[in-house]
């Protein structure tokens, strides 16, 4: 029944977007919807009452109802790894004992917000956040979203091994100011390890007597905190159901709650909530994430879409590209079904961005003219997020919806080096202001809306076996007991480091 619901879908009329909105009215009022002080316009796609309805179609022949509620009672849908996937709990909604599990957690991190801003602990007025992946991106985007620049705290997020990323935060911050925070979900990630202990041994050389005593571990694992030597007092543990691009509503908050004050992490949650709410109890042709699932799908399987650019016309969202990198493709980049057997549809598209307008006069072109069809993602946001004259936030969001009606309308012309096809879709995401509330209930848009793609392609979004096998690898080069990779890479390595 499935395949010849997604082969309906397939061979339906392919109408351009100028029909559609030539042939509907109503069409910015149907595909126009609002949700916790966000407006999402799904008007410029090619989803019409057909798409939809034949989505609808599939979506009760492979029981996303289900999913979803299974999703939310804490069931363990991440069949690789036998567990729930529990990020929703964090915000209020799932199994009562998670839901009371995260809350006590959330008070133990917000207690300790005020121990260390009561300078029981230290006088800091630094902070190292260290983490890599679901353990920095979403703090990081968070930081650089909500910051105003007058904060108590100094905030540096470091992720990368590279010592380059590390040693400008060392050469600006004070030791004994600095508080160092140790993200990792797992406590065993070499890149923030090594990171960690590097900070440790700056402190020790810039006289600090005790650097564990200036440690706060974030982690799902305590054990491994405590025997790499930091006090148990000082682990803020999180539940280890909560996968790790999503546990930024976590203990991995911690920093941001710090940083910029722990109400603004609980607005956070409450606007993930009112989008955790609207997801399960919205009919799926006004649910936001359900309809952006399809669009994404539409354009995957049907379009053959490999990727999809995201561009925050606003500075303050410019790592929102960033974030959604992991969030898609690590869950969705997969080639097997639930139940082990090779995908027959795309899976994750290659998720791409960048800031406008910057990226009008850098990779625009190959949005109009170019021979791929990508499916353009706008964020914008109505109130300014700088104080210069209005003609630089006005100059931005009519160029941001200027290029939107530039890639639906084309423009023909004769001449075919100055012709634009047009009936290239986007979809416009405007925020009314960027607030903590706003952005929880944006990010968990996208958290559902990766969720319900995963269930269109009947894939585990929860695991993510394949970045194991390169870590592994990294392992196997660096030990000195003689085993050897291939010749190429081995002849890499003995340019780097000799014989
Ligand atoms: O290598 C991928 C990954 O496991 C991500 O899924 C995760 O967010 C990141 O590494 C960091 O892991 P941890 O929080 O355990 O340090």
Redesign the pocket.
């Known amino acids: 029944m499935t395949s010849s619901l997604w082969q309906a879908i397939k061979t339906l009329p392919q109408v351009s977007l100028t029909s559609l909105f030539n042939t509907d009215e109503n069409r910015v009022r149907d595909f126009g919807l609002e949700q916790a002080g966000i407006y999402f316009d799904f008007s410029k796609t090619h989803l019409d009452k057909n798409v939809v309805e034949s989505f609808q179609k599939l979506t009760e022949d492979i029981g996303l109802a289900a999913k979803m509620n299974a999703l939310v009672s804490g069931e363990p849908i991440n069949i690789s790894e036998g567990q729930a996937a529990e990020h929703c709990a964090e915000r209020g909604t799932g199994d009562p004992a998670s839901v009371e599990n995260a809350k006590s957690l959330h008070r133990r991190m917000k207690s300790l917000v005020e121990v260390i801003d009561s300078g029981a602990l230290g006088e800091f007025t630094q902070i190292i956040h260290l ?5 920095a991106l979403g703090p990081k985007m968070l930081h650089q979203a909500l910051k105003l620049g007058d904060e108590k705290y100094e905030l540096a997020i470091v992720s990368n091994i590279d010592g380059a990323a590390l040693e400008p935060v060392l050469e600006r911050f004070e030791a004994s100011k600095t508080l160092l925070v140790i ?4 406590f ?2 070499a890149e ?1 390890l090594l990171n960690a202990q590097s900070v440790l041994d700056w402190m020790s050389e810039q006289g600090v007597a005790d650097p564990l005593g200036q440690v706060v571990a974030l982690t799902a694992d305590p054990e491994q905190a405590v025997q790499w030597g930091v006090d148990e007092t000082r682990i803020l543990p999180f539940s280890g159901t909560v996968g ?2 999503y546990s930024l509503w976590s203990s991995i908050g911690f920093s941001v709650a710090l940083a910029l004050g722990s109400d603004v992490f609980e607005d956070l949650l409450v606007g993930a909530a009112a989008m955790d709410q609207h997801f399960l109890d919205s009919p799926y042709d006004r649910n936001i994430p359900v309809l952006a699932a399809f669009a994404d799908q539409y354009y995957a399987q049907v379009r053959e879409c490999e990727t999809r650019a995201v561009f925050a016309y606003d500075e303050r969202l410019s790592l929102v590209p960033d974030y959604l990198q992991q969030l898609e493709m ?1 869950s969705n980049g997969k080639s097997v079904t639930l139940d082990g057997q090779p995908l027959s549809l795309h899976s994750s598209p290659i998720v791409w961005g960048g800031v406008g307008t910057d990226a009008q006069h850098a990779v625009f072109q190959l949005l109009h003219q170019g021979s791929h069809l990508v499916p353009v993602e706008f964020l914008a946001v109505i109130q300014p997020g700088d104080s210069l004259s209005p003609a630089h936030h006005n100059g931005l969001l009519l160029n941001c919806f200027a290029q939107g009606a530039a890639l639906m309308t084309g423009k023909k012309s004769d001449d075919s080096h100055r012709n634009y096809p047009g009936d290239r879709p986007s979809v416009t995401i405007l925020l009314k202001d960027v607030e903590a509330r706003s952005l929880g209930a944006l990010l968990a848009f996208y958290e559902h809306r990766t969720f319900v793609n995963a269930v269109l392609l009947d894939i585990n979004p929860f695991d ?1 076996f394949g ?1 194991e096998l390169g870590k592994q690898m990294a392992n196997k080069l660096a030990a000195e007991d003689g085993s050897r990779l291939d010749a190429s890479t081995e002849e890499l390595k003995k340019r780097a480091f000799g014989a």
Do not use: D
């Open positions: 983490g890599i992946g679901g353990s993200a990792s979900k797992t065993t990630t923030t790790g691009r690590e993510q970045v």
